[in-house]
């Protein structure tokens, strides 16, 4: 188990700091900030609404991820592919599973350091109020994990590909389809033609339901399990897919 | 000591045989050039032999374990260089080789000594520091080498070594092929026919994913009392 940590480790350190080797770390971290602050204080009237709250920040997460998380893990497996060196990596002596999830832990981590670096907008709701800031929290715990089911099925699509183009269009497709799956439009769309069930089942597969729960703090062990097993879904099948297309 | 055994190998892709029944045996001294035309199967079986592919049938024991049933104590034992020497473009020649290094389980102080060989033998030292996708194509092949070597390994798996080197460079690599060749076995794809007159033991010449021919370097040599591209050009025409 220590060696198998070990070299887990060794994979997630040269995957997390390859982000900061290229502009790629910089620019994903100032881009984020940007549109995370600007969606809050301006397209979500943070001030106007005279609430100690943060609502106006947490409710863009869904819709700045299903184009951010794709841009971080597009990369993950499509470079690997396309430059040969899966074929290096692949005949160290090192299990598909280490590799698969020292990856998507360095894509998620590198995310959480771009969650925490938005601390100060919290900071600031405290200094102008008095918010709840159990339910702030989690609501970030919320965001992050949803981030990591944008990043687990992420980093399976570019499985599939050695472009990294396909890779990020095809993932934000899919992220988009995930979020989408819990709108009142795309439900009553459904509703019309297919049975109850089959409604409740897409309505439960959507990010946007379970986040709009965490979001009004409410992280009960339905949406904790949801997220953490879309994500483990998603690495099994990964998995499953660096055996199968490593050789393609 | 036997090194490698593979027998009877099977690989097809598709309605495709890529490889049909190879079978190879590596010793320890031993340098095997690993000769035939393009799309004759070389990588396709050398990716078998390292466990990138595994084999539609046949079995493959290095050292005398089973590669397929024990892959990560198998693969330990092999350093491998794939066809275009492939490596991370955006790290340094040292974190890069560290990084191989550390995979292939050394501790630190091994590991530090290692490195410093791998850098002075293998000529990188001024490079070490330098970002592998600055590297000249010559330079690149070099870091391919030191990572297949980083952890001295008793099988040595080389698809085109010499593939994009100058003729120094090659003169060089030969050099190291034949100095490093006493205690380990080595494997050699190559289409570069005087390379297998100069460095390798035996020849192992495939067609359509079939062994033509598998004899000591020095008896085809001397037997047919012509050199090997006359032989290679009948033997695959």
């Known amino acids: 188990m220590k060696l198998y ?29 940007a549109l995370s602050a600007g969606m ?35 990369r993950l497996w499509a470079e690997e592919r396309k430059s040969g060196t899966i074929e290096l990596l692949m005949t160290l002596p090192v299990r598909n599973s280490q590799l698969v ?16 670096m938005t601390i100060p907008i919290w900071i600031t709701v405290n200094y102008l109020g008095e918010p709840d800031n159990g339910v702030i929290f989690i609501s970030y715990l919320g965001s992050w994990l949803m981030a990591g089911c944008f990043l687990s099925l992420t980093s399976c699509l570019s499985m ?58 409410v992280l009960d062990l339905t949406t904790f399990i949801f997220f953490i097993s879309m994500i483990m879904i998603c690495i099994s099948i990964n998995i499953f897919l660096v055996q199968l297309k490593k050789a393609d | 000591m036997n090194l490698l055994e593979a027998k009877n190998l099977y690989k097809s892709f598709g309605n495709i045989n890529a490889v049909s029944d190879i079978s190879i045996s590596l010793n320890v001294g031993e340098v095997i050039g690993f000769l035939g035309p393009n799309g004759a199967g070389k990588s396709t079986t050398m990716k078998m032999l390292t466990g990138f592919l595994e084999a539609d049938s046949g079995s ?14 198998a693969k330990s034992i092999i350093g491998y260089l794939p066809e275009g020497a492939p490596s991370y473009s955006d790290m340094t020649v040292k974190s890069f080789l560290y990084f191989v290094g550390k995979m292939r389980g050394l501790k630190d102080e091994l590991l530090e000594k290692r490195l410093e ?12 520091n330098q970002i592998i996708e600055t590297l000249s194509k010559g330079y690149k092949r070099r870091v391919g080498i030191a990572q297949a070597l980083i952890h001295d390994p008793d099988i040595l798996i080389l698809d085109e070594p010499t593939d994009g080197l100058d003729p120094n460079q090659k003169f060089e690599m030969r050099k190291l092929i034949k100095s490093i060749s006493k205690n380990k076995g080595i494997i050699i794809s ?29 008896d085809i040599l001397k037997k047919k009392k012509e050199n090997l591209d006359s032989i290679f050009r009948k033997i695959t025409k």
């Open chain 2, 117 to 128: 060989i791998m850098l002075k033998d293998i000529n990188l030292s001024e490079v070490q």
């Open chain 2, 60 to 73: 493959i024991e290095i050292k005398k374990t089973d590669l397929s049933k024990d892959p990560i104590n």
């Open chain 1, 5 to 33: 940590i070990e070299k887990l480790m060794i994979i997630f350190n040269r995957e997390f700091t390859g982000y900061f080797r290229t502009p790629l770390a910089s620019i994903f971290l100032l881009v984020f900030l």
């Open chain 1, 40 to 74: 809050t204080f301006f397209m979500g009237q943070f001030f106007q609404r005279g609430q100690a709250d943060l609502n106006s920040f947490f409710v863009w997460h869904p819709w700045l991820f299903l184009i951010l998380m794709p841009a971080i893990g597009m």
């Open chain 1, 101 to 116: 999830l020292g990856k998507f832990l360095a894509s998620w981590f590198f995310t959480l350091l771009a969650i925490i």
């Open chain 2, 190 to 218: 190559t289409h570069i026919l005087e390379e297998v007159e100069a460095v390798c033991s035996r020849t192992i010449i495939i067609s359509s994913g079939k062994v033509l021919l598998n004899k000591e370097t020095k």
């Open chain 1, 160 to 217: 599939l590909t050695k472009n990294q183009v396909i890779a990020f269009i095809v993932s934000t497709i899919s992220c988009f389809i995930m979020v989408m799956a819990g709108f009142g439009l795309v439900l009553a769309s459904v509703r019309s033609w297919a049975p109850l069930w089959f409604t409740e089942v897409i309505q439960s597969f959507s990010f946007l339901s379970h986040f709009k729960r965490i979001q009004y703090g």
